[in-house]
């Protein structure tokens, strides 16, 4: 059985690293409702303005562990989904195979680093009716961002698992082109700079 997933939200502007419901581990979801659809609806529409391949709810400055993502997994086919109170699985330290490959987050535009991650991840959770889901990232995006996302409802920012060095390198990008991305970002359009490639 397959839910279809909320659309027609709000576009809203995303919360930057720093603000405290960025760094501290959200409430768990209770209630599966209307408000939490519209939520969730919210939450797509401003990842796909923001050019995401997935968003947390903390993101929009909602302290609820939800995340939502549309992504690809390793053979390149594109997965999409909502995930409530996930539960984050990882190979054991001994079977794991990291992928060292760029990371950026939609809290700190338009700055990425290397960050380390096994290839492999699976969450368990329920969706936004309540439905039992998991899924399972082998390889591609949807390993990555499985992990990412499930960082950020603990209150874990990318950049707290990189080295102090990279992370300074950061936050001096995300400065040099903070004026590409006004406070009300993706609800107001990106400024087109001198920094488009």
Request: proline share 5%.
């Given at each position: 059985?397959?839910?279809t997933?909320?659309?027609?939200g709000?576009v809203r502007p995303?919360?930057?690293?720093?603000?405290?419901v960025?760094?501290?581990k959200?409430?768990?979801?209770?209630?599966?409702?209307?408000?939490l659809?519209?939520?969730v609806?919210?939450m797509f529409?401003?990842?796909?303005?923001?050019?995401?391949?997935?968003l947390?709810?903390n993101?929009?400055?909602?302290?609820?562990?939800?995340?939502?993502?549309d992504?690809t997994?390793?053979?390149g086919?594109?997965?999409?989904?909502?995930?409530?109170n996930?539960?984050?699985?990882l190979p054991?330290?001994?079977?794991r195979n990291?992928d060292?490959?760029?990371?950026?987050?939609l809290?700190l535009p338009?700055a990425y680093?290397?960050?380390?991650?096994?290839?492999?991840s699976?969450?368990d959770?329920t969706?936004?009716t309540?439905t039992p889901?998991?899924y399972v990232?082998?390889?591609g995006?949807?390993a990555r961002?499985?992990?990412?996302?499930?960082d950020?409802?603990?209150?874990?920012?990318?950049?707290d698992?990189?080295?102090?060095?990279?992370?300074?390198k950061?936050y001096?990008?995300?400065e040099?082109i903070?004026?590409?991305y006004?406070?009300?970002?993706p609800?107001?359009?990106?400024?087109?700079?001198a920094?488009?490639?």
């Open positions: 059985m397959s839910v997933l909320p659309s027609g709000t995303i919360t930057r690293w720093g603000e405290p960025m760094h501290h959200l409430q768990p979801v209770t209630e599966y409702d209307e408000e659809e519209r939520l609806a919210d529409a401003t990842m796909y303005a923001a050019e995401g391949a997935g947390a709810a993101q929009i400055g909602v302290d609820l562990q939800v995340f939502v993502f992504c997994d390793g053979a086919k594109r997965v999409a989904g909502v995930v409530c996930p539960v984050l699985t054991d330290a001994g079977d990291l060292d490959s760029e990371e950026g987050c809290s338009g680093t290397f960050c380390a991650r096994p290839d492999w699976q969450v959770g969706d936004h309540g889901v998991t990232g082998e390889g995006t949807l961002c499985l992990q990412h996302e499930t950020h409802l603990m209150g874990t920012v990318f950049g698992r990189v080295s102090s060095r990279a992370r300074k950061l001096k990008q995300a040099a903070a004026e590409d006004p406070p009300e970002w609800a107001v359009a990106r400024v087109s700079g920094h488009d490639l």
